[in-house]
T-cell receptor, first 112, second 111 residues
Framework: DPKIIQKPKYLVAVTGSEKILICEQYLGHNAMYWYRQSAKKPLEFMFSYSYQKLMDNQTASSRFQPQSSKKNHLDLQITALKPDDSATYFC???????????FGPGTRLTVL | QQKVQQSPESLTVSEGAMASLNCTFSDRSSDNFRWYRQHSGKGLEVLVSIFSDGEKEEGSFTAHLNRASLHVFLHIREPQPSDSALYLCAVSMENNNAPRFGAGTKLSVKP
C-alpha cells in the first residue's frame, strides 16, 4: 500500500483558476514538505511543516498556501494559476525535520 | 543559502562499468547527505545516506563524503540498464529543516 498519497495524479487547470493538491502520509511522520519540479528548474523546495506548524517557506508568492488540517495531511492551495506554475508537485515526509525524507508519486499540474 | 551543484549533467556508461557522480555543497555545517534516484515520470527513492566523512555502502551504491573539500560522491558498481535515471543529491543540517537538492545527473546505462 502506498505510504504517501498524492491526489490527483494529473491536473489540468486554466489560467486564473484555483486548485488544491492533496497529500496524506501514513508513515507516522511529524514533518511534511512540498517540492516542485519542472523542465526548466530542478527540484525546488517550497514549504516545510513540523507538527502542523510552518517551519520554512522558500516560496516568494503568496498564491501558494499550504494547509494542514491533520498531522498527516499537508495540502497545497494554489490561487490565480499561471502557465509558469505548470510542474510536478511532490509531497514528502520525514520522521522529524532533517531526517530522511520519503516522497510521494507527485501531482503533475498543467496550466493552460 | 545552501547551494548544491551536481556534475556531470549527464553521463553515459556501459553496462557493468563503474559510474561516478559528483555533488558539491556550499555550507560546511552540513551534516546530512543523501542520494536519491528518480526514474522518468516517477517519484524519488532514497539510495544511500551518509553523515560523516568516509564511505557508506548500500547494495551497489557507495557514497563518499569529504566535508573539507565540500564534496559528496556516488559510485554505482556494475550498473544495469534499469539504473538509467536521474540521480539527485540532497544536503541538509540535522537541525535544519528541509534538504536542498542539486539539479541532478542523468545517467544512461547502455547494454
Amino acid at each position: 500500500d502506498p505510504k504517501i498519497i498524492q491526489k490527483p495524479k494529473y491536473l489540468v487547470a486554466v489560467t486564473g483558476s484555483e486548485k488544491i493538491l492533496i497529500c496524506e502520509q501514513y508513515l507516522g511522520h511529524n514533518a511534511m514538505y512540498w517540492y516542485r519540479q519542472s523542465a526548466k528548474k530542478p527540484l525546488e523546495f517550497m514549504f516545510s511543516y513540523s507538527y502542523q506548524k510552518l517551519m520554512d517557506n522558500q516560496t516568494a508568492s503568496s498564491r501558494f498556501q499550504p494547509q494542514s488540517s491533520k498531522k498527516n495531511h499537508l495540502d497545497l492551495q494554489i490561487t490565480a494559476l499561471k502557465p509558469d506554475d505548470s510542474a510536478t508537485y511532490f509531497c514528502a515526509s520525514s520522521q522529524d525535520p532533517g531526517r530522511e525524507q520519503y516522497f510521494g508519486p507527485g501531482t503533475r499540474l498543467t496550466v493552460l | 543559502q545552501q547551494k548544491v551543484q551536481q556534475s556531470p549533467e549527464s553521463l553515459t556508461v556501459s553496462e557493468g562499468a563503474m559510474a561516478s557522480l559528483n555533488c558539491t555543497f556550499s555550507d560546511r555545517s552540513s551534516d546530512n547527505f543523501r542520494w536519491y534516484r528518480q526514474h522518468s515520470g516517477k517519484g524519488l527513492e532514497v539510495l544511500v545516506s551518509i553523515f560523516s566523512d568516509g564511505e557508506k555502502e548500500e547494495g551497489s551504491f557507495t557514497a563518499h563524503l569529504n566535508r573539507a573539500s565540500l564534496h559528496v560522491f556516488l559510485h554505482i558498481r556494475e550498473p544495469q540498464p534499469s539504473d538509467s535515471a536521474l540521480y539527485l543529491c540532497a544536503v541538509s543540517m540535522e537541525n535544519n529543516n528541509a534538504p536542498r537538492f542539486g539539479a541532478g545527473t542523468k545517467l544512461s546505462v547502455k547494454p
